[in-house]
């Protein structure tokens, strides 16, 4: 078999004995793996190598007490053919009634072809690329070899980029056109894969897009507007709007990040940016019953200054000399959990809010599932119910401005970037003092340019790492919890 395309979802690879299996008797080799392509009356079959190998079920199907989700403390999903939403080391899993479940695969064949020498699948997951794209499954075709099933369509050969001939009169080479494009009849010696404006995705086939404005390039897959099916986003380059590309973007937009490491909230509130560089409203005293309040700095941003009643380099009424201390800034764990500060409206107000912790989960692409745990370090005017305004380098000063003054900067600058919402860039970053860059480039690379993305949220215990940078700790946080 000179060439075999497998179209499956990946499984985790379960090792293989050193001993002899049932296929070695046909001539074939024990797969390594387990994904199952082909059964027929000797047993399943797998394809590795672009060779026909056989699967051992005693090794691939072992009978097993307990679900291997249970000692992650998650339960086996009921249903074996729940949607896969996130595959990691251990498996992968899906939600049932609002929870995170293990799935048990069931090994069943995913062909119905009697040659081994091709076969045809329900669903068109032929990836064009290294690039991870979650497709939409199209309505199954039966296909007759050599042709396949593939976007819709019966082909065989390799994707073809749109406009790119598929067919016609003594044509020998391939019939596949890529997704969100079909194979259509120009006359009889041409075939042109040209876009299919019903395929559940559209790839980005023109320098511009549909409507003449430029395609969106990822990460900035952030949906701004949806106008009758086609979607909108930002583009910071050009200051406009750009159009989002279905198929370079379907893995961003439709990203989950799996089970979180904090408890998913069900209060619904909305998330904002901010850095002024003023005295965090925490850091007054008598705002609520703690350890201390919030560390504040002097103009250097490090230097801590111990007389709390210091006035805020944002009043106008005195020489202020109190400002947010730097080390005060988000920063990523891992690529599905950060942690930072923020300024927050919370019902009861500061007395309840200032210095507690909260998890938000992210719930709009492309960051829908990732978490972060804030403390809250302040308050505002400008700060809504249930919305936390993060503390970003670079977010957008508000309706305050110590950063001017603070670092140098031109007069009238309103810090870096634009009054609300700050710097359109992460290349802006590069412009910032060294002790905020990281912070700055992390709107970037963890919320991956998600514009004040809505979220979840749900009081926790506050971790040591931000306590340990503000030095406040609420004296009835163990009762709260």
């Known amino acids: ?40 009356a000797s047993g399943k079959w797998g394809v590795e190598g672009d060779n026909w190998c056989g699967i051992e079920d005693s090794v691939c199907n072992p009978q097993e007490d307990t679900c291997w989700s249970e000692p992650l403390g998650y339960s086996c999903c009921a249903d074996s053919n729940a949607p896969v939403l996130f595959t990691d080391d251990s498996g992968k899993w899906s939600v049932e009634n609002g929870e995170w479940c293990g799935i048990v695969e069931s090994n069943e064949p995913t062909t119905t072809s009697k040659d081994k020498s091709k076969t045809t699948t329900t669903t068109s ?36 980029e749109a406009y790119g001939k598929c067919g016609g009169k003594d044509w020998t080479g391939s019939t596949c056109c890529m997704v ?12 042109l894969c040209e876009p299919d404006p019903t395929a559940p995705i559209r790839p980005a086939v023109h320098p511009v897009g549909v409507h003449g404005k430029p395609w969106c390039k990822p990460p900035n897959c952030v949906v701004t507007e949806d106008q009758m099916g086609y979607r ?41 940016r901010y850095y002024d560089c003023c005295k965090p409203s925490c850091s007054w005293p008598g705002k609520a019953e703690v350890t201390q ?20 380099a944002c009043q106008t009424d005195v020489e202020g000399i109190s400002h947010m201390c730097e080390a005060q800034q988000p920063w990523a764990v891992s690529d599905v959990l950060s942690y930072g500060f923020a300024a927050a409206a919370l019902p009861g107000g500061e007395s309840l809010s200032c210095c507690a912790c909260y ?31 993060i503390q ?90």
């Open 180 to 191: 969100g494009t079909k194979c259509n009849e120009i006359n009889e010696w041409v075939s």
């Open 392 to 481: 970003i380098p670079g977010g957008g000063v508000g309706i305050f401005d110590a950063c001017t003054n603070m670092y140098g900067l031109p007069a009238g600058s309103n810090g870096w970037g634009d009054k609300y919402g700050g710097i359109r860039s992460i290349e802006d970053c590069d412009t910032f003092p060294e002790a905020l860059q990281a912070g700055c480039r992390w709107r970037f690379e963890f919320l991956l340019g998600a514009d004040n993305p809505n979220m979840t949220f749900v009081e926790v215990e506050c971790p040591k790492v931000l306590t340990d940078i503000t030095g406040c700790i609420r004296k009835d946080a163990k009762q709260r919890k």
């Open 359 to 389: 998890a938000l989960t992210f719930s709009d692409p492309p960051i829908r599932g990732k978490q972060m745990v804030v403390q809250v370090t302040n308050t505002g005017s400008d700060v809504g119910s249930n919305q936390f305004d």
């Open 232 to 272: 909108w986003g930002y583009d910071p380059i050009s200051d406009s709007g750009c159009e989002i590309p279905e198929y370079e973007c379907y893995d961003l937009i439709n990203k989950t990040w799996g089970p979180q490491e904090y408890p998913v909230g069900t209060t619904k509130g909305k998330t904002t």
């Open 125 to 160: 997951k032929k990836p064009t690329s290294t690039q991870t794209v979650l497709y939409p499954e199209y309505e199954k075709i039966e296909c007759t070899p050599p042709d396949e099933f593939s976007y819709g369509q019966c082909c065989h050969g390799e994707d073809i």
């Open 1 to 40: 078999m000179n060439k075999f395309t497998i179209i499956a979802i990946v499984s985790a690879l379960v090792g293989m004995t050193k001993a002899e299996c049932w296929s070695e008797k046909e001539g074939y080799p024990c797969c390594t793996g387990c994904d199952v392509v082909y059964e027929d």
């Open 293 to 312: 309040p919030v560390r504040q700095c002097s103009i250097d941003g490090k230097t801590l200054l111990t007389d709390f009643s210091a006035p805020s």
